[in-house]
Every structure is written in structure tokens, then in C-alpha cells.
């Protein structure tokens, strides 16, 4: 904090397109939200947001009050325990089952996969709110070991070495990867999504709560001027 000034520290993960590296600086929908925000109250300066590491490195950063915002992420009880939640969704994330291109399976729901079981070993993010959400599921095997700030890739591989049998991830993140690793005839997303929730900005208990007042009145404008929705759908998000 500088004199009438409020200098927040953002943390990002590689997670196009919230976050993704370009020429060495960071973009993507959720710095524009940043951006758009410092239009509408001068007090806030975000930085930080070239310096990546992994979801769950920035999510105890922000906890420890090391950093200020963990952005975009979705709701888990450890998160509404450990920090605070500003209750407006900056956009709204479809969470999708991957399998390889040869697998025959058709899921059209939790009960889907559920009845495969043992034979539906489902690999995900360590850290994300989609691994939070399919652990918890019954009759579900889960492998979340995998955590860093380049993930994807690594995951891929592992559905591709029948590692899993599916992949859990974001729809957007599925289409991004897809596409960056040519993957188009090796896997495919199964639809329709089997979860739906909404990402938030999340902002450590150690913030004054001024600050939290200001983001959150600044997120309330934004919303009511359509400019998350225009940003998601810049960023084709759902």
C-alpha cells in the first residue's frame, strides 16, 4: 500500500485463456478483468502477474498473505475457509470428461461414468475445483497427483498411456490443449459437461477490507455493464 494507492499482488498458473504467456508477459481473460478494473477505481494497482507458478503454490501464497488475489478460480470448502470469496462470477466454466478417440463410452452424466466402476480411473488437476469436485464423487476412481504450472501436456500423455481412462478438466482448457498439441484424432470431449460452476476472485483474509469493498463494488459495475460477459465471450469461455 503507497499513500492513497493500493498495490495488490497477483500470482498467475498457465490456464489459457485466463492466463497465458505471450512474448513473456502474461494475458488473457482474467487480466483484462484486472485492467478493466483500475479503469473504474485508480486506488488499485495490480502486479505480479508475469510471476507463475503452481495453482497450489499461488492458492497457499494468497492464504499466507504472501500475495493478495488467487483470480478466477472456482469454489472449494477449503477456499471459503481460508479465503474471501467476492460472490460475483466472473464467468461461468464447463467441466468436461476426455477420453482417447477409440474408446466407444458414452457418458451423459455423473450416474454414466459412476457405472463403470472400477474401469473409469479418471485423471485431473491437483488443486483445481474440478479435482476437488471428482474426488468426492462415489463409485469414481481418481488419480490427482499431477500439480505445476504446465500441466496439460503431462496429462495428455498419461490418458494417451492409459495412465486414466478419462481426463477431467475445464471445456476451454480441453479445447486449447486439443488444438496446441495436436491432439485432434487421438482424443475426444465427451459432452454434455458433468459439472457446471462459476469463478470468482478470491482474496486473502489479510487484505484490508476496504480493498476487498473496492474490488468487489468495481466487479458489481462491471457486471451490470456487460463487460464480463462481453470479455467471456471475447475469450470464446463457455
Same mark, same amino acid.
Given at each position: 500500500?503507497?499513500?492513497?494507492?493500493?498495490?495488490?499482488?497477483?500470482?498467475?498458473?498457465?490456464?489459457?485463456?485466463?492466463?497465458? #504467456?505471450?512474448?513473456?508477459?502474461?494475458?488473457?481473460?482474467? !487480466?483484462?478483468?484486472?485492467?478493466?478494473?483500475?479503469?473504474?477505481?485508480?486506488?488499485?494497482? @495490480?502486479?505480479?502477474?508475469?510471476? =507463475?507458478?503452481? !495453482?497450489? =503454490? *499461488?492458492?497457499?501464497?494468497?492464504?499466507?498473505?504472501?500475495?493478495?488475489?488467487f483470480?478466477?478460480?472456482?469454489?472449494?470448502?477449503?477456499?471459503?475457509?481460508q479465503?474471501?470469496?467476492?460472490?460475483?462470477?466472473?464467468?461461468?466454466?464447463? $467441466?468436461?470428461?476426455v477420453?482417447?478417440?477409440?474408446?466407444?463410452?458414452? *457418458?451423459?452424466?455423473?450416474?454414466?461414468? =459412476?457405472?463403470?466402476?472400477?474401469?473409469?480411473?479418471?485423471?485431473? +488437476?491437483?488443486?483445481?475445483?474440478?479435482?476437488? +469436485?471428482?474426488?468426492? &464423487?462415489s463409485?469414481?476412481?481418481?488419480?490427482s497427483?499431477?500439480?505445476?504450472?504446465? %500441466?496439460?501436456?503431462?496429462?495428455?500423455q498419461?490418458?494417451?498411456? %492409459?495412465?486414466?481412462?478419462?481426463? @477431467?478438466?475445464?471445456?476451454?482448457?480441453?479445447?486449447?490443449?486439443?488444438?496446441?498439441?495436436?491432439?485432434?484424432? &487421438?482424443?475426444?470431449?465427451? @459432452?454434455?459437461?458433468?459439472?457446471?460452476?462459476?469463478?470468482? @476472485? +478470491?482474496?486473502?483474509?489479510?487484505?484490508?477490507?476496504?480493498?476487498f469493498?473496492? *474490488?468487489?463494488?468495481?466487479?458489481?459495475?462491471?457486471?451490470? &455493464?456487460?463487460?464480463? $460477459?462481453?470479455?467471456a #465471450?471475447?475469450?470464446?469461455?463457455?
Amino acid at each position: 500500500m503507497f499513500a492513497n494507492n493500493y498495490i495488490l499482488r497477483v500470482p498467475t498458473f498457465e490456464s489459457k485463456p485466463k492466463f497465458y #504467456k505471450e512474448n513473456g508477459k502474461v494475458k488473457g481473460l482474467c !487480466i483484462d478483468v484486472l485492467s478493466e478494473i483500475e479503469k473504474i477505481e485508480p486506488k488499485l494497482k @495490480f502486479t505480479g502477474m508475469d510471476e =507463475q507458478s503452481s !495453482i497450489i =503454490q *499461488i492458492e497457499k501464497k494468497v492464504t499466507d498473505g504472501e500475495a493478495d488475489i488467487f483470480l478466477c478460480n472456482g469454489e472449494t470448502e477449503r477456499r471459503n475457509i481460508q479465503l474471501k470469496k467476492i460472490n460475483i462470477p466472473i464467468f461461468q466454466a464447463q $467441466s468436461v470428461l476426455v477420453a482417447r478417440a477409440e474408446d466407444s463410452v458414452e *457418458i451423459k452424466n455423473l450416474q454414466d461414468l =459412476q457405472t463403470l466402476y472400477p474401469n473409469n480411473l479418471v485423471l485431473s +488437476w491437483k488443486g483445481t475445483e474440478q479435482n476437488s +469436485w471428482i474426488i468426492t &464423487k462415489s463409485k469414481v476412481m481418481t488419480d490427482s497427483g499431477i500439480s505445476g504450472t504446465n %500441466n496439460m501436456e503431462r496429462l495428455f500423455q498419461m490418458l494417451l498411456t %492409459n495412465r486414466g481412462r478419462f481426463l @477431467f478438466v475445464q471445456k476451454y482448457t480441453a479445447l486449447n490443449s486439443i488444438k496446441e498439441l495436436n491432439l485432434e484424432k &487421438k482424443v475426444k470431449i465427451l @459432452f454434455p459437461p458433468l459439472s457446471v460452476s462459476n469463478r470468482y @476472485f +478470491w482474496i486473502s483474509r489479510k487484505v484490508p477490507e476496504e480493498v476487498f469493498q473496492l *474490488i468487489e463494488k468495481a466487479l458489481t459495475k462491471l457486471k451490470s &455493464k456487460k463487460v464480463l $460477459s462481453q470479455l467471456a #465471450k471475447k475469450y470464446n469461455i463457455n
